[in-house]
Nanobody, 120 residues
Framework: QVHLVESGGGLVPAGGSLRLSCVAS??????MGWFRQTPGREREFVGA????????FYGDGLQGRFTISRHSAGNMLNLTMYDLMPEDTADYYC???????????????WGQGTKVTVSS
């Protein structure tokens, strides 16, 4: 079992930047990623990175504004978000699983979520 704890959410003006972090304890997962969700909508894939190969993959339209990385023997996951827009407002969740996937059902461990609010 992997325990995940996110941090770094908050309120940021449009055009600003924010970095989210996720610390994993337990065994090291092949893949760690970020998803986001707003009320009434499906959980949306943001990005994921494998370990130790560090292959990254991003959700549609996010590469270039979002950067995902892993550190500390694969147990820390960061998401740096640039040029934030109000539509990026959501609860962001860290997830861990085996195998790179955009499907949230393929991830077995989840953090509690951290809220990101982008003001216009």
């Amino acid at each position: 079992q992997v325990h995940l704890v996110e941090s770094g959410g908050g309120l940021v003006p449009a055009g600003g930047s924010l970095r989210l972090s996720c610390v994993a304890s337990g065994r090291t997962s092949n893949t760690m990623g970020w998803f986001r969700q707003t009320p009434g909508r499906e959980r949306e894939f943001v990005g994921a990175v494998t370990w130790p190969t560090e292959i990254t993959f991003y959700g549609d339209g996010l590469q270039g504004r979002f950067t995902i990385s892993r550190h500390s023997a694969g147990n820390m996951l960061n998401l740096t978000m640039y040029d934030l827009m109000p539509e990026d407002t959501a609860d962001y969740y860290c997830a861990a699983g085996e195998g790179l996937s955009t499907d949230h059902t393929r991830y077995r461990s989840w953090g509690q979520g951290t809220k990101v609010t982008v003001s216009s």
